[in-house]
């Protein structure tokens, strides 16, 4: 079984080689790694240049000209991946040397499953430790009978460690470009809706904390997150679940609504997407507040 993995890499010139080294050195041979850096404006693209050339090949490298977020670069990488397993490695975190062996033997013995998620030691900055990321709410989602519950209320498996079958993640149609980089919430949700899903109770990845994670630091976090609930609001499938996701958008407004107050107004993007919280406004006097606030402040 031919594993696609793909490594979206932005201004990681550190870490960048820890993470393509611990993919090639894998115990599964069978590996199609794809790197795609994302017009970095470190030294991350000839840091990965001489990969290639040290290697003499060994992974597809694909060098952006202009920045297009994540969401961008994963979909560029689920296009043309060859295998018929499919896998995101971030370029400052690195694989367990059988952390792709393990994942295939759980699908070999789980052909009905679409998905499968695991768990991370966590390295803060360079220390790696034996921390694991998972807490006790998060691995007790895979003994729900029903998860979505708790996944639509926050709690979401680390899409980091997952496996996906690429014909699954196509048939979905990928991650949503609307978005730039909320692709944890929406993802697992659909994955689950797909077919079955897989937990591997053991870490299969170092996952890397600093300062300039994307999750940290990325300011659209906060709007894609409302542009995926209004979107899972749609979805005949979630039908059951229509209260509860409205409650976790008006929240998801309201978190919105406090950003512009401490941040005298945001961006116009931020107070564009804060415009369609009307429809809530009535339902908390908070929201109404910041509304009236910034509601109108288009410009």
């Not at 393509?20 to 069978?30: G, M, Y």
């Not at 393990?102 to 499953?113: L, M, N």
């Not at 107050?261 to 507040?289: K, P």
Request: proline letters at 3%; a neutral charge; charged letters at 25%.
């Amino acid at each position: 079984m031919l594993v696609s993995i793909i490594i979206p890499s932005y201004n990681h010139q550190h870490y960048i080689t820890q993470s393509i080294t611990s993919v090639l050195e894998q115990t599964w041979p069978k590996i199609d790694l794809i790197v795609i850096d994302d017009a970095s404006t470190d030294d991350s693209a000839a840091v990965i240049d001489g990969i290639l050339a040290e290697r003499e090949g060994g992974f597809r490298f694909i060098k952006r000209k202009r920045n297009s977020g994540l969401i961008s670069s994963l979909n560029e990488g689920l296009a043309i991946a060859d295998g018929q397993y499919f896998c995101e490695l971030a370029s400052d975190d690195f694989l367990l040397r059988d952390s792709i062996e393990k994942r295939v033997r759980f699908f070999t013995s789980h052909q009905e499953h679409v998905a499968l998620f695991a768990d991370a030691f966590r390295v803060k900055g360079e220390t790696e430790t034996c921390s694991c990321v998972l807490d006790d709410k998060r691995r007790a989602l895979f003994r729900q009978h029903d998860p979505l519950s708790s996944m639509l209320s926050g709690v979401r498996p680390i899409f980091a460690t997952g496996m996906f079958r690429t014909e699954t993640l196509r048939k979905i149609g990928g991650f949503d470009p609307q978005y730039r980089c909320y692709e944890d919430l929406e993802m697992p949700v659909l994955l689950w809706l797909a077919g079955k899903v897989g937990f591997l109770d053991e870490p299969v990845l170092c996952r890397r904390e600093h300062a300039t994670n994307v999750s940290s630091t990325t300011s659209t976090i906060r709007t894609d997150k409302i542009l995926c609930y209004e979107k899972l609001s749609r979805n005949p499938d979630l039908a059951a679940y229509a209260s509860l996701i409205r409650y976790q958008l008006r929240r998801s407004y309201l978190a919105l609504g406090r950003h512009l107050s401490d941040h005298g107004g945001g961006n116009a993007y931020e107070r564009r997407i804060f415009q369609n919280a009307w429809g809530y406004a009535l339902q908390d006097v908070r929201l109404l507040w910041h509304l009236l606030k910034w509601g109108r402040k288009q410009n």
